[in-house]
């Protein structure tokens, strides 16, 4: 067990529709990571956030929106959806989220898009 | 753009041998590499990592090498055992960011 929690574990949903996957670092942690991993495709960097500020992006689609709150957790918001989407999302944390940090991550969010 | 690379997608080993994952990347500006391991429906799971400034890291049964000139790192486990039949990342990282660079993954499977 890393630590990091993502909910939900499983979501199915339709085209065009919007969901929010939610992720809670490891205690202490002060930076959140969200990944993607698309069938065969290795993991993709989307965004980090640090302490409530956004400090690094990654291939992030404009349909594609996150934030961390107060109290660090984060939402990845994932709108007008396609059947691409469907992937794999994995949220991860770090302490300073800087280079040398070691990031944990969750057991990832499954996102089926019918 | 393909930054960092791993040409084998899969490595089929006997129990008590040693597995060796390699690891390619082109960013000569990398200056942190990590090793993740990673089960079916399981998150990545951190094993290892190395500074750009070393060329060796040693933990328990795992052992990272670097080759900075080759832009070539390695990952062996030895003896391997069974439970480490996994998939294994290679990641690679600037210091100034904390966005990990994932190469493709290997398949390991380590036979009884």
């Known amino acids: 067990d890393s630590g990091v929690t993502q909910t939900p574990k499983h979501l199915i949903t339709a085209t065009g529709q919007r969901v929010t996957l939610r992720c809670s670092p490891r205690?202490?942690?002060?930076?959140v990571y969200w990944y993607q991993q698309s069938l065969d495709q290795g993991l993709q960097f989307l965004i980090q956030y640090y302490n409530g500020e956004e400090r690094a992006k990654g291939n992030i689609l404009e349909r594609f929106s996150a934030q961390q709150f107060p109290d660090l957790h984060s939402e990845l918001n994932l709108s007008s959806l396609e059947l691409g989407d469907s992937a794999l999302y994995f949220c991860?944390?770090?302490?300073?989220?800087?280079?040398?940090?070691?990031?944990?991550f969750g057991p990832g969010t499954r996102l089926t898009v019918l | 753009d393909q930054q960092v690379k791993q040409n084998s997608p899969s490595l089929s080993v006997q129990e008590g041998r040693i597995s060796i994952l390699n690891c390619d990347y082109t960013n000569s500006m990398f200056d942190y590499f990590l090793w993740y391991k990673k089960y079916p429906a399981e998150g990545p799971t951190f094993l290892i990592s190395?500074?750009?400034?070393?060329d060796k890291n040693e933990d328990g049964r795992f052992t990272v090498f670097l080759n900075k000139s080759a832009k070539h790192l390695s990952l062996h486990i030895v003896p391997s055992q069974p439970g480490d039949s996994a998939v294994y990342f290679c990641?690679?990282?600037?210091?100034?960011?904390?966005?990990?660079?994932f190469g493709q993954g290997t398949t390991l499977q380590v036979k009884p």
């Open positions: 190395i500074s750009s400034i070393k």
């Open positions: 990641a690679a990282s600037l210091s100034n960011t904390g966005k990990l660079i």
């Open positions: 991860a944390s770090s302490p300073t989220g800087q280079g040398a940090d070691t990031q944990y």
């Open positions: 205690s202490g942690d002060l930076s």
